[in-house]
């Protein structure tokens, strides 16, 4: 598979994400909101790298496949912790159309959170088409597929350290396997 980003690319990245968080949050408690499942690796280590208080909280985004609404997003709450008052951060793999973030982020706004912020790992350049833009973002890509370090092609691939690209080789032996 074709490397995007090697491993140490990525642990360097996060590690300046968290110098950046440590310094606009400082002591100011944080709740963080996963976007399931493609945000759980970076969670993982970007949350080891924090020094405020931190809770993390659970949201699960998933498009529908397959249908003719393949477009939509369904949402499941039912993991949150209550947001009221808090200082909340959104974490998502990667910004692409920008659905999932405006999605997320409207039905973040109607739990009363006193403020919401968002990362991605990945800022996919020319996709999008939503009014909203994430506030941090650890690379820029170019519009390829990418698995890895949390992102998936059909579920798997969320366990290689590094970012990779499928490719039509990839996509062939993918199939097959
Ligand atoms: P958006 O809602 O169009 O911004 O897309 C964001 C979601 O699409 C992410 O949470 C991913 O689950 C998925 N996605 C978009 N691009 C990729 C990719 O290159 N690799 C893996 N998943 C992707
Ligand atoms: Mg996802």
Excluded at 58 to 85: C, F, K, N, P, V
Excluded at 105 to 126: D, F, H, W
Excluded at 165 to 176: C, G, I, Q, R, Y
Aim: net charge negative.
């Amino acid at each position: 598979m074709k490397i995007l980003l090697t491993e140490q690319q990525i642990q360097e990245g996060i590690s300046r994400l968290a110098a950046e968080l440590n310094t606009d949050y400082q002591q100011r408690p944080i709740t963080f909101i996963a976007v399931m499942t493609g945000s759980l690796v970076m969670l993982a280590d970007l949350i080891r790298r924090l020094e405020m208080p931190i809770r993390v909280s659970l949201i699960q985004a998933s498009s529908y496949r397959g249908g003719t609404q393949s477009g939509d997003l369904w949402l499941d709450d039912r993991a949150m912790l209550d947001i009221t008052g808090r200082d909340c951060l959104l974490v998502d793999d990667i910004f692409d159309t920008g659905k999932t973030l405006a999605k997320v982020t409207e039905r973040l706004q109607s739990m009363n959170p006193a403020s919401i912020r968002s990362i991605v790992l990945l800022y996919k350049e020319g996709q999008q088409r939503y009014p909203i833009e994430p506030d941090y973002h650890v690379f820029r890509i170019p519009n390829e597929f990418v698995v890895g370090y949390g992102l998936d092609y059909q579920d798997l691939y969320r366990n290689l350290p590094y970012g990779g690209v499928m490719e039509e080789d990839d996509l062939a032996a993918h199939a097959s396997s």
